[in-house]
């Protein structure tokens, strides 16, 4: 068929749905409805202005209502990013505060990490990690040795067991994708979870960035939290999950592990139970604690049950409103709470090469306490 006769059928065809829809521009039609809800909306306005603000935050649901009880905490005044007493140190100390997100995410600049930090400094960079979640710092150029050492200004360090380590330095674990290894950790996870202590944080440093893509999310799993329907909240709290390490089973295998070995991993790494709701040891602040590389299903639930509130929970971190991004440069430094949040890789960087390194700071064994808010 002629584009001629493309274009006669569907004015024939549009005509003939105008006949029985209406027209779509009758403006005569259009300004009777806007007139007519505009009543009404003004009603509607005048009686929320009644109720302006902190008690209109009752109407709030979702993700509006998790980033705002999670702001509040941080600040009562609702209007700063973190807590006043946090503000004069940073002052005091020459710091800049940069907020990626609204209750996650914060670069800290005037730091020269290469240098011997003071116990005050030390300080203030935790305090930052347990308010902010997740912080970063740039231009920094580090030697391996200044990585770990950084690193143990934080507690001890981990290795990982099935990763293979920087030739070494068995508590460096590179994390490398170019044309030959493309990336592949753009799923929303907490690092190790597997472990019965997973690690309290990780610290990871670019070697080697690409142009462009491969930025790194994170998600705060307290806002997450907060934001979920009151049932679903009662239905998660005191529940457990089991977590396992299925995925790198399967990943030795293929490099050539014999089963056996593979097996013997299984022995001594055996399935870990956690909270689903995990309360932070520091801040005593709740938050979800499954996520879909190593949670496998939540204990003590029927099936049906078990798996709608396991996809509920899993959902919860996606949401951008929890969500900061942080874009890459060669030198720059991410350093998250691994008991507050959780992260995603952006796999949009193939061919090009990706290359970090991570240094990991043991943790504890998760435990839930019903009662949030500051231990
Ligand atoms: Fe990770």
């Not at 971190?317 to 992260?343: L, M, T």
Request: charged share 25%; net charge positive.
């Amino acid at each position: 068929m002629s584009p001629a006769g493309d274009s006669r059928g569907y004015e024939s065809k549009k005509s003939s749905m105008a006949s029985v829809q209406g027209s779509g521009t009758d403006k005569a039609r259009d300004l009777k409805f806007l007139k007519k809800l505009e009543k009404y909306r003004t009603r509607s306005r005048g009686s929320s202005r009644a109720n302006a603000g902190f008690g209109s935050a009752k109407k709030l649901r979702g993700a509006a209502k998790g980033v705002h009880v999670e702001l509040l905490r941080l600040n009562p005044s609702g209007k700063q990013l973190c807590s006043d007493n946090l503000i004069e140190k940073a002052k005091a100390q020459g710091l800049r505060f940069e907020h990626l997100g609204v209750t996650i995410g914060t670069v800290i600049h005037n730091v020269d990490l290469r240098k011997k930090l003071s116990p005050t400094l030390v300080q203030t960079i935790k305090q930052t990690l347990n308010e902010r979640k997740v912080i970063f710092f740039r231009n920094q150029d580090l030697t391996r040795e200044e990585h770990l050492e950084f690193g143990r200004n934080f507690g001890e360090l981990e290795i990982h067991p099935f990763g293979k380590s920087v030739d070494g330095y068995p508590e460096i674990l590179p994390i490398y994708n170019d044309a030959r290894f493309p990336g592949a950790i753009n799923n929303w996870h907490s690092d190790v979870t597997w472990r019965t202590e997973p690690s309290l944080g990780s610290i990871l440093y670019m070697r080697e960035c690409p142009d462009f893509g491969g930025d790194t999310l994170f998600s705060d799993s307290h806002a997450a939290f907060e934001g979920l329907p009151d049932h679903v909240k009662k239905m998660s709290m005191g529940k457990s999950a089991i977590h396992d390490f299925e995925n790198f089973r399967r990943s030795q295998l293929a490099q050539g592990v014999p089963k056996k070995v593979v097996d013997e991993m299984k022995e001594h790494f055996p399935l870990a139970s956690h909270p689903v709701i995990r309360t932070h040891p520091e801040t005593g602040k709740n938050g979800i604690y499954i996520n879909i590389a190593f949670t496998k299903y939540i204990e003590g639930l029927p099936i049906q049950a078990s798996q709608n509130l396991f996809r509920t929970l899993i959902e919860a971190h996606k949401s951008p409103e929890y969500q900061c991004r942080f874009i890459w440069e060669k030198g720059s430094i991410a350093f998250w709470d691994n008991r507050a949040v959780q992260h995603y890789a952006s796999s949009d960087y193939f061919p090009s090469t990706r290359s970090l390194d991570r240094v990991t700071i043991c943790g504890d064994r998760p435990f839930f306490i019903a009662n949030h808010g500051k231990l």
